[in-house]
């Protein structure tokens, strides 16, 4: 713990993909660690770690979110760090994208976001060093093609941190997104899946067509990201505030 500058932490979306990888990292290095998500039985598997708690939460519910941090207060603590990293995507051409899409996507990636950024500053000691992260995407930060709302939930997400970072600057809690390329993660193999359904493309050739997006020509790792929220989490980045790291290899 002595690299690190946080000691409980909070990550939404933390039963599988990155979260899953972000909970274990911190958690082998000492951090009491809270994972949150809408299911029990993945939240489970990674709860098997002593050092990690599970709790069923939606991010996209404000009573819910305020129940969970109620619920790890209890438990382990208030957090110094919070990973809001739950998110969903789904691909139509705008012509196709229907309100529907568009909410669930702003409910899940942004508002999510912001109730979880703004309950858990509420129960943090903000007096000592304290981390908000949202692990956001290179879509925050550029356009692609057929996936409209989630770009624009992206894009807010940065807005979000951006402000909260000019907001919170007199304090000790920094507020940063990291924001990974295309990653090696179940929302990956979705994304191959549906290219693979709407194009007739084989499992191989989709993936190849999204890893050479990439310059380095490979998807990120979600251990790149993980790693580089514990750079966050260390004293050395302690004045890294109201940023989007981009993780990609160059892409952006």
């Known amino acids: 713990m002595a690299d690190l500058a946080i000691h409980r932490a909070l990550i939404t979306g933390g039963g599988s993909g990155v979260g899953a990888v972000m909970a274990r990292m911190l958690a082998d290095a000492g951090v009491k660690v809270a994972i949150a998500g809408r299911r029990s039985d993945v939240l489970a598997e990674v709860a ?30 208030a957090p110094d760090l919070v990973i809001a990293n739950a998110g969903m995507a789904e691909s139509a051409p705008i ?71 000019a907001e919170l600057a007199r304090s000790s809690v920094t507020v940063n997104a990291v924001c990974p390329g295309f990653m090696e993660t179940p929302m990956l193999e979705q994304s191959v899946e549906n290219i693979v359904a709407k194009t007739g493309m084989s499992t191989d050739a989709a993936r190849a067509s999204l890893a050479k997006i990439n310059p380095q020509n490979r998807f990120i790792q979600p251990d790149e990201v993980a790693n580089t929220v514990m750079w966050l989490c260390s004293p050395l980045a302690a004045s890294i505030t109201g940023q989007a790291i981009s993780v990609s290899g160059g892409e952006v």
Request: with cysteine; aromatic share 6%.
């Open 95 to 165: 012509g196709k994208t229907s309100v529907d899409l568009w909410k669930r996507t702003i409910d899940v990636n942004l508002t999510g976001t912001f109730l979880t950024f703004r309950e858990g500053l509420a129960v943090m000691d903000k007096a000592k060093p304290g981390r908000l992260i949202s692990i956001a995407s290179t879509a925050g930060l550029k356009g692609y093609a057929y996936v409209t709302a989630y770009c624009a939930a992206k894009h807010g997400v940065i807005g979000l941190v951006e402000g909260m970072a």
């Open 48 to 77: 098997l770690h002593q050092n990690i708690t599970a709790i069923v939460a939606d991010v996209t519910d404000e009573t819910s979110v305020r129940d969970m941090y109620a619920t790890m207060v209890a438990e382990i603590g």
